[in-house]
C-alpha cells in the first residue's frame, strides 16, 4: 500500500532511480580516488599512511552525519536536509579539488562525509515513508544492487578520471554528480514526511528515540547482524586483492574479474530477495543468507588450514558474499519497519552501523586466506548469534515512539 499519493510516488521508478543514486554516491566519493593515492602524496607531500587516513575520516564523516541528519529529519522533514546536504557534498567536492595541502584535505574529506550522509540516510527514509507492503522489501533490494555496482565501478571510472585529469578531477567529477542530484531532489523528490507524522518534541527529545530504539530487542539485534555480516564484507574488501594477487598469482586485471564476478553474486543475492520477500518475511530470508554466508566462511577456513586453492577460495567467497549481499536488503526492510514511525532515526542507526564495523575491520585480514578467513568466520558468527538475539522465528512489527 502506498503511503502517499503524490506524482512521485505514481512514478516510482523516477523516486527509486533518484534515491539510488543518493545512495551510490558515498561508496563512489569512497573509492573513486583510490587509484590516485600515489600521485595524490606526491603533489600534497604525505605519506602513504596519512592519504589513507582521507578515506577514514570520511567514512567517520558519514557515520557521524548519519546518526546526527536522520534524527533531525523526524522533526523537520526530508527534504529540507536533504537539499543542502546534496548542495553541501558538492561545495565540498570542489573545496576537496583545490585544496592546497593535506591537512585541507582531511578536513574537507571529514565534512564532505557528513553532508554525503545526508543521501544516504535520507534515500532509506524517504522510501519507508512513501512506501508499505511487499514494495518496500522489493524497493530496498533495488537500492541495494545500486549500492553494490558503486563499489565495482568507483575504481574502475576512477582510474580512467585519474588517468585522463589527475587525483583533483575525481572531485570534479563529484561535485558535478553532488549538482546533478540536487537538481533531480529538488524537481523530483516532494516532501514525504508530512507534518502531523512529524516528531513533535524538542530537538534533544528526538535524539532519545535513537535510545528507545536500541533498548529495543529485535531491531538492535538486527542492526548488529547487519553490522558483523558487513563487517565480514569489509574483510574481503581489505584483503582479496593480496589474497588473490599475492598468494595465487593474479594479475591486477584478472583479480578485477574475480571481484566483479563476486560482486556480481552479490547483485543475484539481492535479485533473489526482491523477488522472494513477497512470499516469505524478510527475516527468515535473513536467517538463510546468514547461514549461507556463514558455511561459506567455514568451508573457506576449513581449505585454508590445508592447501588453500584458487578455485575453492573463489568459490568459498562467492558464498559468503551470496550471503552477505542477501543481509543487507533484509535487514533495512526489517529496521525500518520496526522503526516507521522515526524511519530517520531507524536508517542513522542500521546505516551507521554498517559503515563503522566496516571501518573498523577493513583491516584486519591481512594478506593471507588464513588469516582473512578466520576474521570472516568469526564476524559472520557474531552476525548469527545477534540473530538469535533479534529472535527471527517472532513476526516483525512496527515500534510506537514518541
Excluded: H
Excluded at 166 to 181: D, E, H, K, Q, S
Excluded at 370 to 377: E, N, W, Y
Amino acid at each position: 500500500m502506498e503511503l502517499t499519493e503524490t506524482a512521485t510516488v505514481r512514478r516510482p521508478i523516477v523516486l527509486i532511480g533518484i534515491l539510488s543514486g543518493l545512495t551510490a554516491v558515498a561508496p563512489f566519493a569512497i573509492d573513486m580516488y583510490v587509484p590516485g593515492f600515489p600521485e595524490l602524496g606526491r603533489d600534497l607531500g604525505a605519506e602513504s599512511s596519512v592519504v589513507q587516513l582521507s578515506m577514514s575520516l570520511f567514512l567517520i564523516g558519514l557515520v557521524v552525519g548519519q546518526l546526527v541528519i536522520g534524527p533531525i529529519s523526524d522533526r523537520l522533514g526530508r527534504r529540507r536536509l536533504l537539499l543542502p546536504g546534496t548542495a553541501l557534498f558538492a561545495v565540498l567536492s570542489v573545496v576537496c579539488a583545490l585544496v592546497p595541502s593535506m591537512p585541507l584535505l582531511l578536513a574537507g574529506r571529514f565534512l564532505q562525509g557528513c553532508a554525503g550522509a545526508a543521501g544516504t540516510v535520507l534515500a532509506r527514509a524517504v522510501l519507508t515513508d512513501r512506501f508499505a507492503g511487499p514494495r518496500l522489501p522489493f524497493y530496498f533490494s533495488i537500492q541495494s544492487m545500486i549500492l553494490g555496482i558503486a563499489p565495482i565501478l568507483g575504481p574502475m571510472v576512477g582510474g580512467l578520471i585519474v588517468t585522463a585529469g589527475g587525483w583533483r578531477a575525481v572531485f570534479w567529477v563529484l561535485a558535478v554528480l553532488g549538482v546533478g542530484l540536487f537538481i533531480a531532489v529538488l524537481l523530483q523528490v516532494s516532501e514525504s514526511l508530512p507534518p502531523e507524522r512529524r516528531a513533535t518534541s524538542g530537538m534533544a527529545k528526538t535524539f532519545t528515540t535513537m535510545g528507545a530504539l536500541l533498548r529495543d530487542r529485535s531491531f538492535t539485534g538486527y542492526v548488529l547482524t547487519l553490522a558483523f555480516a558487513a563487517g565480514a564484507m569489509f574483510i574481503y574488501i581489505g584483503s582479496s586483492t593480496f589474497v588473490f594477487q599475492d598468494t595465487f598469482g593474479l594479475s591486477a586485471a584478472q583479480y578485477g574479474l574475480v571481484f566483479a564476478s563476486n560482486a556480481g553474486v552479490m547483485l543475484i543475492a539481492n535479485v533473489v530477495f526482491g523477488i522472494t520477500s513477497k512470499r516469505v518475511p524478510p527475516s527468515r530470508l535473513l536467517a538463510g543468507y546468514i547461514t549461507v554466508g556463514l558455511l561459506g566462511a567455514l568451508a573457506l577456513a576449513i581449505q585454508a588450514t590445508t592447501a588453500p586453492t584458487f578455485a575453492g577460495t573463489w568459490i568459498s567467497l562467492a558464498v559468503v558474499l551470496f550471503g552477505v549481499g542477501g543481509a543487507f536488503p533484509s535487514v533495512t526492510t526489517i529496521a525500518q519497519t520496526i522503526g516507521r514511525s522515526r524511519a530517520g532515526t531507524a536508517a542513522a542507526l542500521s546505516g551507521s552501523g554498517s559503515y563503522l564495523f566496516g571501518a573498523v575491520t577493513s583491516p584486519l585480514g591481512g594478506g593471507t586466506v588464513g588469516t582473512m578467513s578466520v576474521f570472516m568466520l568469526a564476524a559472520l558468527a557474531l552476525a548469527a548469534v545477534s540473530l538469535l538475539f533479534a529472535r527471527p522465528w517472532q513476526p516483525v512489527v512496527e515500534r510506537t515512539l514518541a
